[in-house]
């Protein structure tokens, strides 16, 4: 896999105007006896070119969905095998440039234009103006001018061209109109001015762009273009991770990065899996262990058997899912789309209308309030606002993803900063999983390795979570186990040299007749304590008390502490039994406990909160506690890595188990929803005092450049800085 970094020398995406809001489409699926082609379109990276594009492709026989991604400049298209060319033709049509994507292929990076023809037609349209001011031939002026807006502004008059043609208003045709008014009225340095200006402020916005897209794509720099291979004859040869089968056997050194998923299969050694999971520390890695496409190898040398060809790595569906949740708009998104698609036709009748009223009526002077109007237009174009939103969102989905937070959309990453709840399954969210022996009591006289050989080998016929930590902790060598038999809801027994035993939970002792008053007092004192008892019974008599709990994971406490810091309450939702939950949540600190629950329980609790006017999250493992995460404001789902369901099924997906990713998605999402209140006032507030000063005849056309232009680069770069900011 190759890292494409994808430049742009076309109209960045805040180049637009008239924004027609785009419906937050999932993976396209094709319909019946179709198919999708990837489309690849340099110049489509505003909504007024997806419009331009819809009206185009929309009823054309053969074509059905549409799908656009602006940030990347991909469009997907379903439609009949033998319609693609002409939909590519129709694209052609419009003047964009088309190529199609084969594949999983994402573009190719594009090439900067160079600095020097603006420079150049700065120096000119500088040389316009010193000629205006020194009172040098007009003819002189007009030249240089109209020279440096040739050099500057054709390809912007080409594209205002392409939008007036097709009843759309952009930038583009906002700036063509603007600077050919001024050039009519007489203003020929201005003109020239305020066009090279405008090309100068979109070359250095396309560089900053570039960096919200490379934050996505240059994920894909973190798995090697080739690995060693081991071949029939023992040998090992270097090949393109591309054309490595499911099933090989691939070589890393130390200091390599790992290319494909696979499981360890001979060496050991350290990984560094921060590119994946985010986890500060490295993982020792041994046979039976995975690791992932994109981790580097730290120490030893390591062989793995690959698991995932390289379109279906973790590392690749993490950069799917994130390139398609730049698909689905957030809320702000979704308005500010709304406003513009109002805002922009407001302002242009504002300047028609200041244009033709006040001479008519007022006694005003054509060339004043002409003028005016034409600064109106720049002023028209809701640039800084429409580009605000999808270059934070995109920083904000690169920035979690860069520290294992996979975010599957704009709308939980916008969410999760009004979150006041949060609601955690027990069993592998807070605790390992894996229960470890914490006690034994022998209860009868008699050998006590003798009862904890007899449990565990009753143990080891059972593949309970219980039972294998039973027999984990025996010592001594199996005993044979005749007549085996589960008892359900109790446990299990058999035959051991001829004697029935019997292990199991409480209810078998008290179905046996074989509960006293001083087993049950231990009992509930140890699961006050949250463990789990077990019980090795004879026919006769009760012999011994094992206890068993599961351990917490680590950063736990830690998490619950950063959450209520945040100001958001936490809850246990557990089937295990309510002692064992409320010591649990005693040890982590969690607000509130529910144990005994069923998934329907589960589901009933989440509603009610939600019902309360809460802000609920569940974090669970994305299959068990599925009812109670879909109807969670958002689902967390724990350990996704290598998990093709959590990355699926997720709204967020924490990609180790390390439960402080929560307090981090939170701050991330309330710093995201700062910057995005940030830009849409600071385009506002300037935008409104440029109106007034427009009305009031002070302002000028460069000023009015210089604002538009130079509050989309703001807006840009605040929201860059989510880039930077560390969780």
């Known amino acids: ?81 033998e319609r693609r060319e002409a939909v590519i033709a129709a694209i052609r049509e419009l003047g964009f440039s088309p190529r199609l994507l084969v594949d999983d292929a994402r573009p190719e990076p594009t090439q900067h234009k160079p600095w020097w023809p603006l420079a150049l037609a700065g120096v000119v349209a500088l040389a316009a103006e010193v000629v205006h001011f020194a009172g040098g031939a007009a003819w002189l002026g007009a030249a240089l001018a109209l020279l440096a807006i040739l050099i500057s502004g054709v390809e912007t008059y080409r594209k205002g061209w392409v939008a007036l043609r097709h009843r759309t208003l952009n930038i583009n045709a906002l700036m063509s109109i603007a600077v050919t008014g001024a050039v009519l009225i007489g203003q020929w340095p201005e003109a020239a001015m305020v066009m090279v200006l405008f090309a100068i402020a979109e070359h250095i916005e396309a560089r900053s762009l570039g960096r919200a897209r490379d934050a996505i794509s240059g994920l894909l720099a973190l798995a090697p273009e080739q690995a060693s291979v081991q071949q029939e004859d023992g040998s090992w040869r270097g090949i393109a991770a591309t054309e490595i089968a499911v099933g090989a056997r691939v070589r890393v050194r130390p200091g390599e990065r790992v290319a494909l998923d696979g499981t360890v299969v001979g060496g050991r050694s350290t990984v560094n899996q921060a590119p994946i999971t985010g986890e500060s520390m490295p993982v020792e890695k041994q046979t039976g262990d995975s690791v992932f496409a994109g981790t580097i190898n730290q120490n030893g040398t390591l062989e793995y058997r690959v698991t995932a060809a390289a379109g279906q790595t973790t590392l690749a569906r993490i950069i799917h899912a994130v390139e398609q949740a730049q698909s689905e708009q957030a809320p702000t998104q979704r308005f500010v789309d709304r406003f513009a698609a109002l805002y922009t036709p407001a302002v242009c009748l504002l300047a028609l209308l200041m244009a033709v009223l006040p001479p008519l009526f007022l006694g005003g002077g054509w060339y004043d309030w002409i003028y005016r109007a034409l600064v109106l237009l720049v002023v028209a174009c809701p640039c800084a606002l429409v580009i605000s939103t999808p ?51 022998l209860l009868a006289g008699g050998n006590a390795e003798r009862a904890q050989q ?37 446990g299990v027994s058999g035959l051991l040299n001829g004697e029935r035993y019997y292990l199991g939970n409480a209810r078998l002792a008290v179905g046996r007749g074989l509960m006293t008053s001083d087993i049950q007092d231990r009992l509930s004192q140890l699961e006050r304590e949250g463990k789990s008892l077990v019980l090795l019974c004879s026919e006769q008599q009760a012999l011994g008390l094992f206890a068993v709990a599961d351990t917490l994971k680590l950063g736990s406490r830690d998490a619950i502490r950063e959450l209520h810091a945040l100001g ?34 589960k589901l009933a609790l989440i509603r009610q909160a939600s019902n309360a006017g809460r802000r609920v999250a569940m974090v669970g493992d994305g299959i068990n506690d599925t ?26 997906a924490l990609m180790d188990d390390d439960l402080r990713k929560l307090p981090a998605f939170i701050r991330l999402s309330r710093r995201t929803l700062r910057v995005l209140r940030q830009n849409i006032w600071l385009a506002l507030g300037i935008k409104a005092v440029f109106v007034g000063l427009t009305l009031a005849g002070s302002a000028t056309m460069w000023m009015a450049v210089f604002a538009d232009m130079g509050v989309s680069l703001l807006v840009v770069f605040n929201g860059l800085r989510l880039l930077r900011d560390t969780l």
């Open 568 to 601: 958001v309450e936490s809850m246990i939702l557990s089937g295990d039994n309510a002692p064992t939950v409320q010591a649990i949540a005693t040890q982590v600190g969690i607000d509130t406990a529910h144990g005994n629950l069923l998934p329907d329980d």
């Open 627 to 652: 009812p109670a995460l879909a109807a969670a404001d958002i689902g967390f789902a724990m350990a996704a890595a290598g998990s093709d369901t959590a990355i699926e099924t997720a709204d967020v």
């Open 454 to 490: 007899l449990a565990a080998s009753l143990a080891a016929r059972s593949d309970h979570p219980v039972s294998r930590a039973l027999a984990s902790a025996n010592q001594q060598p199996l005993l044979e186990v005749d007549a085996f038999t589960a008892i359900p809801g109790q």
């Open 391 to 441: 270059v934070t969102i995109v920083s904000a989905l690169a920035a979690g993803a860069r520290r294992g937070l996979l975010i599957k959309g704009g709308v939980h990453l916008e969410q999760g900063g009004q979150l006041n709840l949060i609601a955690l399954d027990k069993t592998g969210t807070l605790t390992e999983g894996r229960p470890v022996q914490t006690d034994f009591e």
């Open 1 to 81: 896999m190759s890292a494409h970094h994808s430049h742009d020398h076309a109209t960045p995406a805040s180049r637009c105007c008239a924004a027609q809001p785009a419906s937050p489409e999932q993976a396209l699926t094709p319909a019946a006896g179709e198919q999708v082609s990837r489309i690849h379109i340099e110049q489509m990276d505003c909504p007024t070119e997806e419009r331009l594009i819809r009206q185009q492709l929309t009823g054309m026989t053969g074509v059905g969905a549409l799908q656009f991604n602006l940030l990347q400049r991909v469009l997907s298209v379903s439609h009949m095998p």
